[in-house]
């Protein structure tokens, strides 16, 4: 149980940003005995692995802010921060000191289901909202959402890793502001299209 919420923390926090929860993970599983990657996952805690990951965490971090290129890393994002998803609640849900159960080990393809899922709906909602922030704050919103998310992304994967009791607070929480953001995108492109004619 605890390694699933670990691991649902984690899979979030990548539907945010991608590489924070895999940067993370890889070295903490590197340097501390909180996290013991099975053997299968070892990879993610080279020194290989952790370098692209830097790299790419900067280039995602500074095109997330540059307004209109930010929905276009979106759009390219679609298929990564799932997939690191269902990499990151697979990986440590199958670490062996995450969890006494053995059943999330013996079936790796339920946490990358998992993964990709929760990771799939919370980069959903950051990829309607985006646009809609972009056009009502005539881009300056951009720069500041990016961090604010940057910022959820590692906050919740250092909840998911070291508290992961919390995870449920966290998961709940963050259900509620993609309800409101849909939401409010929803009346925000209402108001654009303006009044429907009278026929």
Do not use: C
């Not at 070295?27 to 993610?44: E, G, K, N």
């Not at 790796?108 to 056009?135: D, E, Q, W, Y």
């Amino acid at each position: 149980m605890i390694a699933a919420l670990t691991g649902a923390g984690l899979s979030a926090a990548a539907g945010l940003n991608a590489y924070i929860p895999f940067l993370l993970v890889a070295l903490v599983a590197r340097f501390t005995d909180v996290i013991t990657l099975p053997q299968s996952y070892a990879w993610i805690e080279s020194w290989w692995a952790i370098g692209i990951g830097a790299v790419l965490l900067l280039a995602e971090v500074v095109l997330d802010k540059v307004p209109a290129v930010d929905s276009v890393n979106d759009a390219v994002q679609t298929f990564i921060r799932p997939s690191m998803g269902g990499l990151v609640f697979a990986a440590t849900s199958a670490a062996s000191d995450l969890d006494h159960s053995t059943w999330m080990a013996d079936h790796p393809f339920v946490g990358v289901i998992l993964g990709i899922l929760v990771s799939g709906l919370v980069h959903t909602g950051k990829m309607a909202a985006r646009p809609a922030i972009n056009a009502g704050t005539l881009g300056f919103g951009a720069p500041v959402v990016s961090t604010v998310e940057d910022g959820a992304s590692v906050g919740i994967s250092l909840v998911a890793v070291f508290l992961p009791v919390l995870v449920v607070v966290v998961l709940v929480a963050l259900a509620w502001l993609l309800v409101w953001l849909w939401l409010r995108v929803r009346r925000w492109r209402r108001r654009r299209r303006g009044p429907a004619l009278p026929s």
